[in-house]
């Protein structure tokens, strides 16, 4: 049966690995630590994340939330996914998503196991208005970090999902991604969704793509 890794960071003496299915280095879990930590303005908020990861030979994807219960303030919880290059380039990656679990207590011993590979949503995934917008984004042969502007981006969560299902197996391992409250300039991500943009665009030339306004074929370069 087909399975795949997760790990699970948290807050302990200093945000960091807490349980694995696997192996990781202290190299590679210092490699890892910027795409499972996050600052949040809203407590009911998660950001997703997808992104590869060549020193593990794996694509990781993961969600990020708030761990207001926690001692120190800013804490957060971090469920993630490692998907080997192998499954990656052949497997359906959508129901991924359902296996996504924030922790409820501290019993984190079944974030020690490989989990079985989820089967597709029933009905597969119904994209979001700004679909387009990033379809746009995945198949422009501009190499700019793009931005899409959406009210609530952890609503991009399956239409993303999908976007990485559509894209060849061999070129899924560089589309990264990641949705936050607000977007970052000179990101590592190829996308980017957010409610709005945090600091001076510029410095990357990124796209950036406002759908909610102006149609989801509104699209202004920067920088």
């Known amino acids: 049966m087909e399975a795949v ?7 302990r003496d200093g ?3 807490l349980a694995a ?7 590679q879990q210092r490699e890892l630590l910027p795409h499972v930590d996050a600052s949040f303005e809203r407590s009911d908020a998660r950001q997703l994340v997808g992104i590869g990861v060549p020193a593990l030979d794996a694509y990781l994807l ?3 939330w708030p761990a207001p219960e926690r001692p120190r303030p800013g804490a957060v919880w971090a469920h993630a996914l490692l998907i080997g290059t192998d499954q990656l380039a052949r497997l359906p990656l959508l129901g991924l998503l359902t296996l996504l679990e924030r922790p409820r ?21 119904r994209l979001a208005p700004f679909s387009r917008a990033l379809a746009w984004a995945l198949h422009s042969t ?7 502007l959406w009210d609530f981006p952890d609503v991009a969560e399956g239409a ?18 990641r949705t936050r409250e607000s977007a970052r300039p000179s990101s ?8 709005d943009v945090s600091g001076q665009l510029g410095a990357a030339r990124e796209i950036l793509i406002d759908p909610r306004y102006s149609g989801p074929d509104s699209v202004s370069a920067t920088g």
């Open 160 to 177: 993303l999902l999908a976007l990485l299902d559509e894209t060849p197996g061999p070129e899924r391992m560089a589309l990264s991604f």
């Open 105 to 125: 207590d501290d019993h984190l011993e079944r974030y020690s196991r490989r989990l079985p590979w989820p089967a597709l949503p029933r009905e597969g995934a």
């Open 188 to 195: 590592p991500y190829r996308i980017q969704v957010a409610s």
């Open 142 to 148: 501009d190499p700019s970090p793009v931005i899409v």
């Open 62 to 64: 993961g969600a990020i």
């Open 15 to 17: 945000h960091q690995l």
């Open 5 to 11: 890794d997760q790990l699970l960071f948290g807050y």
């Open 21 to 27: 299915s696997r192996t990781i280095s202290p190299r």
